[in-house]
């Protein structure tokens, strides 16, 4: 066993839907008397990439004592399953820069003569590189769609009215906290939507992290401890549409069903290009 990150499901928030299902490259879930279970530790690899399908937040990354992931094992598992799901897969480790075990895969399909169309993965020339990124740290640049923005008429105000506001360093009993309207934001939100000072902060309180850098398990505890020191009337979570991005409404939802509070939760999604999904 060793401690890392997996991917954990809140059974009484599953529906058994199975939207996760097809999401889940390594062939990790199944649904097992109308819920989705993790049926293995060794095939998740805890990149979360179910996250952002499941509509009722039911799933999130932990980091725990599990069984070490075993891209052999996972092989094994699909291989069998068609190309369309291997190709899934080895995109899915590209992307996410996993290329120790995308060598491996390749390793185990030549092994078993098992060859695909590797060069389909790439939908151009510029992505066959050796460099894979998770799609949240693509670089790219869309600079002259905003060229055309008027300029602002007058120097804006800053709707901020307190501080810290990162939710690391904010005390549960902060007295701006006590009945407050709490914004929860990703920390690339207010730099992707131009109005977020108009639209999430004006009147509110925020607070501001990242679930792909910093340590979930963390911010659960931390959000329960707010959440049963003083009395919230709202939260918003501001999130962007990057896969890596959707933990963090889940961990919101984890806490507040954990501190048995009744908070009305709002989820808002971004997209990279700044607009209201």
């Keep these: 066993m060793v401690k890392r990150k997996i991917i954990t499901i809140d059974e009484e ?3 058994g839907c199975g939207l996760c299902i097809p999401n889940c490259p390594e062939g990790a879930l199944q649904i097992i008397d109308g819920k989705a279970r993790l049926v293995s530790d060794l095939n998740c690899d805890g990149l979360g990439a179910c996250i952002g399908h499941c509509p009722e937040h039911a799933i999130r990354v932990e980091e725990k004592e599990a069984q070490p992931y075993d891209e052999l094992a996972v092989m094994d598992q699909i291989v069998h399953k068609g190309d369309n ?26 092994k ?3 060859m695909i169309d590797i060069e389909s993965l790439y939908k151009d020339k510029k992505e066959k590189t050796q460099f894979h990124q998770c799609p949240g740290t693509i670089a790219r640049s869309f600079a002259s769609e905003n060229q055309g923005l008027p300029p602002a008429s007058a120097t804006q105000v800053s709707a901020l009215t307190t501080w810290p506001i ?15 309207d709490i914004t929860i934001a990703a920390d690339c939100a207010p730099f992707a939507y131009a109005d977020f000072h108009r639209d999430f ?28 020191s003083v009395p919230i009337k709202s939260i918003s979570c501001v999130h962007m549409e990057v896969p890596c991005c959707f933990g963090l409404p889940s961990l919101i939802q984890a806490a507040i069903d954990k501190s048995g509070t009744s908070i009305p939760f709002e989820d808002i999604t971004l997209s990279i290009k ?4």
């Design 274 to 277: 700044g607009q209201r999904k």
């Design 85 to 110: 799901l291997i190709r899934a897969h080895l995109k899915h480790l590209q992307e996410h820069g996993e290329d120790e075990y995308f060598k491996q895969a390749i390793t185990y399909l030549k």
């Design 13 to 15: 928030k599953c529906n």
């Design 166 to 180: 990162q939710l690391k360093l904010v005390p549960p009993f902060a007295p701006f906290l006590k009945n407050a």
């Design 201 to 228: 902060l004006k009147n509110k309180v925020v607070l501001i992290g990242c679930p792909k850098l910093d340590d979930q398990d963390y911010y659960v505890r931390k959000l329960i401890s707010i959440f049963t």
């Design 112 to 114: 078993h003569n098992k």
